[in-house]
């Protein structure tokens, strides 16, 4: 070994080794061959446990730690290339470390282009080369940072590969590429580590109501900002997700696997799942490899003595989960479950469950996964090929811009982020863009409506398009030739823009999906900005403005007119929306002139606090501090709702409450909000928080009850039960509703009929207020995936959203979440409004 390496890996040693805080007692001690054969591994690689000091399972190991691990065997073998693919919200890096011989080792790239090459349809390459062509295995763990089995057994399994005598790991290794992703989320994992080993009892409780096993609000299963990463592989909204995707497009592995962890009274999960529920999209041979991979697994579990189970409760229908993704692209995404202990040790319905025992589990299949992959890889092999060159069509879509380049640039960086060649075409109103038709972006556009099962593990339906509410259509024989199509490269510079000085005003129109951004910058600068409520047009028909358009006069301003420029050009450049001067206050046509009170509202910054803790889903609170701070520089407070009573409110304009349960805000913050509440007071709820207001008086909301179809029924098997109540829940689907784009809610958008998602069956009536429901559902509304029996029908007509008053201020229900996941586009457009517009809603068109 060169000296340098040597003392590299002292160096390492000496820094990153964390000496235990106590010891384990000795009938507690396990070797290394608790998990992992025993063989004659490599002495000169340190194992976990010579380099943290305590054996994997004492304690929940911390990201830090696991990274410095992995820096280390990279500098130990030479079998290992460690690349850094990212860096997570809080700066943590995304590692993949890249196993192969060390022959193979130093002909990566040409072992990369070979097995792309043998997925392309003009590669070069025949069926007769397969044996020179390298299969490709992702490992990944812990995807919930509360689910760590999986981050604390990828130590274990990093080492077998680098340390294992090449006897033993040659048949993967010799032929064959393993990437590997310890921990698919760093933050999670680390808030999680911390709460368990911070609450860990020297003599260990297995107490289900000890604190070890009751973590705070947010809980660290999602990101930093409380997203579930495990839903982001399709709507890649995070760095942790782009950075995955892009790693899974630059390799395209045969095999990905995804390591979990469930219920504590559960066993052990391997897929495949639940067979009626599997996306039609995906081939029959996917499942049957999958299937063929199990056997593997069963069989190790079997040698240690696990419970396990096959072929039940999950499904591959939601192509934006990590084991169902790749069935989408060719290779066989493998979900592992194991029963959780959450902390160190739980008592559960088959005995107590301790951490070790479920780090084993994943290790044990872990290394099952390596075993099928070298056994199966000319299968897998050949199934991707097949897939993929059998994929290929002249046909595609075109998506129409619908006058937002923001929102539809937004759509096309998603598409380019899966590895679609997307062409950009057109300008203004003729803006486009075209991605070819391939089994994913047929998933990701079809909206679909007939199901062979009732039940999902997730949503029913995830029509890309549709949740940017920008229009599509199918189209055959390549790019249409109406416009001229080039690449579209979302890394390229964006277009300049106009810096041209205004005599007497600037005009943003409101189509734009960032033009709250600029709004908020302008607003935060101390410049007086006002909003058209009316539609207008100043010198030609090209300078046509819409109701929403934002007004900045150049006198009454609080700095000179050079100043005003200044910052309205600072604010162009961050947002790229370009600022039309206007050299007088009359219109040519429509509106009024730009010093009418009726036509032009001012308007206020928002001051935001987003109530969080508690009974609120931090889910759809994640959603909204994503929202405001990443996309729009908008900073918030996250106010936990037990101190909203004890809090100086009147510091606020705007109060966020996502759904959830509220009685824990007790009757003091109850009181607090209804005495907030007041002129330029805006509240904010989406679904049972809207309930909740209504109940207390800060909303005037009914709502609608939804009719048990199963009523007539006496009697009905008690097998049926589960299906029977399962088939009523509304896990995710598309509904249509119409709007009113007159309304300040709808400023800048195109079109009436906008794609809203839903997840569960409240509806809320109409309000009697005839202006107060800018926003309800169409009379068949249903636009895509699974709903329940008669609920399509009881939706129909109801609101979308109701606007409601309490002295002075407004109250703004959204009866279902705008924001889901991140992307859904069309319907945070509505959010936004609300937080930037809400305050000018007319006082006679409210509830």
């Not at 943590?92 to 022959?103: A, D, G, Q, V």
């Not at 490269?489 to 005003?505: F, G, R, S, T």
């Not at 600022?579 to 010093?595: C, E, K, N, Q």
Request: a negative charge.
């Amino acid at each position: 070994m060169p000296r340098i390496t040597q003392f590299l890996l002292l160096l390492c040693l000496l820094l990153c080794t964390r000496a235990p805080a106590q010891t384990t007692n000795s009938e507690d001690e396990r070797p290394l061959t608790y998990y992992l054969p025993d063989l004659a591994y490599d002495p000169d690689i340190p194992t976990p446990e010579e380099f943290l000091g305590w054996q994997i399972g004492d304690w929940h190991i911390s990201h830090d730690l696991q990274q410095a691990y992995m820096r280390l065997l990279a500098a130990s073998s030479d079998r290992i290339t460690l690349v850094e693919i990212g860096k997570s919200y809080e700066q943590r890096p995304l590692l993949n470390l890249i196993f192969t011989s060390p022959e193979n080792q130093g002909r990566l790239d040409e072992l990369r282009e070979l097995h792309v090459n043998w997925n392309a349809a003009d590669g070069g390459l025949s069926e007769n080369d397969i044996d020179r062509v390298p299969a490709v295995l992702y490992q990944g763990f812990s995807i919930h940072g509360n689910e760590p089995s999986g981050a604390n057994a990828a130590p274990l399994v990093a080492y077998y590969l680098a340390a294992a005598p090449m006897s033993e790991v040659g048949k993967v290794l010799d032929n064959n590429i393993v990437v590997f992703d310890p921990s698919y989320n760093p933050d999670g994992l680390n808030r999680f580590a911390s709460w368990v080993n911070s609450h860990k009892n020297k003599a260990l409780t297995a107490d289900p109501a000890d604190r070890e096993y009751n973590e705070a609000y947010p809980r660290g299963r999602s990101n930093h900002y409380w997203f579930d990463l495990n839903r982001d592989w399709l709507p890649v909204q995070h760095p942790e997700s782009r950075a995955r995707i892009a790693a899974f497009h630059r390799w395209m592995p045969n095999v990905l696997t995804d390591h979990h962890e469930m219920g504590k009274d559960a066993t052990f999960f391997f897929m495949p799942g639940a067979p009626t529920r599997v996306h039609p999209s995906t081939p029959k041979i996917n499942q049957e490899l999958t299937a063929k991979i199990g056997t593997f697994h069963a069989a190790a579990l079997d040698q240690i003595g696990s419970l396990y189970y096959s072929g039940e409760g999950y499904d591959d229908f939601y192509y934006g989960k990590g084991s169902t993704y790749p069935d989408i692209h060719g290779a066989v995404g493998i979900l592992f479950e194991q029963a959780s202990s959450r902390g160190h040790l739980q008592e559960t319905e088959n005995g107590e469950l301790n951490f070790p025992f479920t780090v084993r589990n994943q290790v044990t299949t872990a290394l099952s996964t390596l075993s099928a992959f070298a056994e199966l890889r000319n299968d897998l092999l050949t199934y991707q090929r097949d897939f993929t060159i059998g994929g290929v069509t002249q046909d595609g879509y075109v998506i129409e811009a619908d006058n937002d380049p923001g929102r539809a640039r937004e759509l096309a960086n998603i598409l380019a982020r899966h590895d679609l060649p997307v062409q950009h075409g057109g300008s203004g109103e003729t803006e486009a863009y075209y991605v070819p038709k391939t089994p994913f972006s047929e998933a990701a556009f079809e909206p679909i409506l007939e199901f062979e099962d009732s039940l999902f593990y997730d949503v029913s339906t995830f029509s890309l398009p549709m949740a940017f509410n920008l229009p599509f259509r199918k189209v055959s024989g390549g790019t249409p030739g109406d416009r001229n199509w080039t690449a579209y490269n979302m890394e390229a510079d964006m277009p300049a823009v106009d810096h041209a000085a205004a005599d007497y005003a600037y005009l943003l129109p409101a189509n734009d999906y960032y033009s709250s951004k600029a709004i908020y910058r302008l607003l935060d600068r101390g410049v007086r900005v006002k909003v058209s409520d009316q539609p207008f047009s100043i010198g030609s028909a090209a300078n046509s403005f819409g109701r929403g358009t934002i007004m900045v006069p150049v006198v009454g301003q609080s700095m000179s007119a050079e100043e005003l420029h200044a910052i309205i050009t600072e604010v162009e450049n961050e947002t790229h929306l370009d600022f039309i001067p206007a050299g007088s206050g009359t219109v040519d046509a429509g509106g009024l002139m730009f010093g009418s009170r009726s036509a032009y509202q001012t308007l206020r910054k928002p001051e935001i606090a987003l109530i969080v803790e508690g009974g609120t889903s931090s889910l759809d609170a994640g959603e909204v501090w994503h929202l405001l701070d990443q996309r729009f520089d908008i900073p918030i407070t996250k106010l936990p709702m037990d101190e909203v009573g004890s809090t100086d409110l009147s510091r606020y304009n705007t109060i966020i409450m996502v759904d959830g349960n509220y009685r824990d805000i007790g009757t003091q913050g109850t009181e607090a909000l209804q005495n907030w509440m007041g002129r330029d007071r805006v509240l904010i709820t989406t679904e049972r928080a809207g309930t909740w207001a209504a109940e207390n008086g800060l909303a005037t909301i009914k709502t609608r009850k939804v009719a048990n179809p199963d009523s007539s029924i006496t009697q009905r098997p008690y097998e049926k039960a589960y299906r029977d109540y399962s088939g009523r829940v509304l896990g995710g689907s598309i509904y249509q509703a119409k709007a009113d784009l007159t309304h300040p809610l709808l400023f800048g958008m195109q079109r009436e009929e906008i794609p809203l998602f839903r997840t569960g069956t409240l509806l809320y009536e109409p309000a009697k207020n005839v202006y107060a429901t800018p926003l309800r559902y169409s009379d068949e509304p249903l636009l895509s995936g699974y709903s329940p029996r008669q609920f399509a029908k009881a939706a129909a007509g109801s609101a979308g959203v109701i606007v409601s008053s309490k002295n002075g201020g407004r109250t703004i229900s959204f009866a279902s979440n705008p924001n889901f996941r991140g992307f859904w586009y069309g319907g945070n457009r509505l959010f936004m409004n609300a937080i930037m517009f809400g305050h000018t809603i007319s006082g006679s068109a409210v509830e």
